[in-house]
């Protein structure tokens, strides 16, 4: 005899577990301070909150950090929240968003003044003359060799050595598998050294 598979709200009443209470219905009772809706809501989003997060981070420990900013930001807006604008969760993956994009900025900024303030503060002394155009030259080799590698050998030899990205963060963030990703190293880097007439 053929069972009949019920339907969702049909599963959750028979298994004893309570439906996942609307998000917007959660988001009006965290508005009046409610800890536990908080902590439902919290249960429900975290895990879409953070991976969007990563994803525009990538770096983790930022990661969890803006994830955790992004919950004390609804703790304190929820009142803001208006229904009629959207859905709870747009809402909620809209600050999300908002908040990875200035935490990049932020940290753009800071590397940017750390350069001025490098580059301000470097004084050069007349016996570096000719390292520096010792160095200039050698930049323009290897910058001409990567020229010559193909786009996806180039773009990972770049976020390995120039980006400092492990090859299992270049495997993350370009979305290819890892085993991949060191092909690509190594036939890029095979391809520099003989471009730049280096003995393997």
């Known amino acids: 005899m053929l069972a009949l598979v019920p339907a969702e709200t049909d599963r959750s009443e028979r298994s004893g577990s309570p439906a996942p209470a609307p998000r917007e219905d959660l988001l009006a009772r965290v508005a009046l301070g409610d800890q536990d809706a908080f902590a439902e809501l919290y249960d429900q989003t975290s895990s879409r909150v953070h991976g969007l997060v990563q994803r525009l981070l990538v770096d983790h420990a930022q990661s969890e950090e803006v994830t955790q900013e992004v919950f004390l930001e609804i703790w304190q807006n929820a009142p803001r929240y208006a229904a009629e604008r959207g859905s709870a969760i747009t809402w909620i993956l809209t600050m999300a968003h908002r908040r990875a994009v200035d935490r990049i900025r932020a940290s753009e900024a800071s590397r940017q003044r750390d ?81 730049l007439g280096v003995a393997s």
């Open 115 to 195: 350069m001025r303030i490098g580059v301000r503060d470097h004084v050069e002394g007349y016996d570096d003359v000719a390292e520096q155009v010792e160095i200039r030259l050698e930049n323009v080799r290897v910058t001409r060799a990567l020229a010559r590698l193909s786009d996806a050998q180039r773009e990972a030899v770049t976020l390995a050595y120039y980006g400092g990205l492990t090859q299992r963060e270049v495997s993350d963030h370009l979305g290819i598998p890892l085993g991949t990703v060191k092909t690509r190293l190594r036939d890029g880097m095979i391809r520099l050294r003989d471009e």
